[in-house]
């Protein structure tokens, strides 16, 4: 199985991005997928996460009110759609999925680089 992320780029500060992360390989059910990122220098954070259970949404504190986490299970897609960047939101964002309930991530995608320039 291979999480294959995409959508990252360079954008002003203020404008939106929409990252993408698709699942390929054989089937696998996974019981939630998140969006993680690691700005240089820093250690890896969390941002937000969706369990396909239930549906409920899960978000850092410092992106709440400007990212939205949405997906489709059965395509274990997800996406996050990120408004009102700022510099600090420059980072490599990493797509994960929990296919073990064993209250960690399994699969990692490679990574989409995201610039927010002032």
């Known amino acids: 199985v291979q999480l294959q992320a995409s959508g990252g780029g360079l954008v002003q500060a203020g404008g939106s991005l929409r990252l993408s992360c698709a699942a390929s390989?054989?089937?696998?059910?996974?019981?939630?997928m998140a969006w993680f990122r690691q700005a240089p220098g820093k250690e890896r954070e969390f941002v937000a996460a969706i369990r396909w259970s239930g549906g409920r949404l899960y978000y850092a504190d410092s992106v709440k009110g400007r990212f939205t986490i949405s997906g489709d299970n059965a395509k274990n897609t997800v996406y996050l759609q990120m408004n009102s960047l700022k510099n600090e939101d420059t980072a490599v964002y990493y797509c994960?999925?929990?296919?073990?309930?064993?209250?960690?991530?399994?699969?990692w995608g490679q990574g989409t680089l995201v610039t927010v320039s002032s």
């Open positions: 390989g054989r089937t696998f059910r996974s019981f939630r």
């Open positions: 994960a999925a929990d296919t073990q309930r064993v209250g960690s991530y399994n699969y």
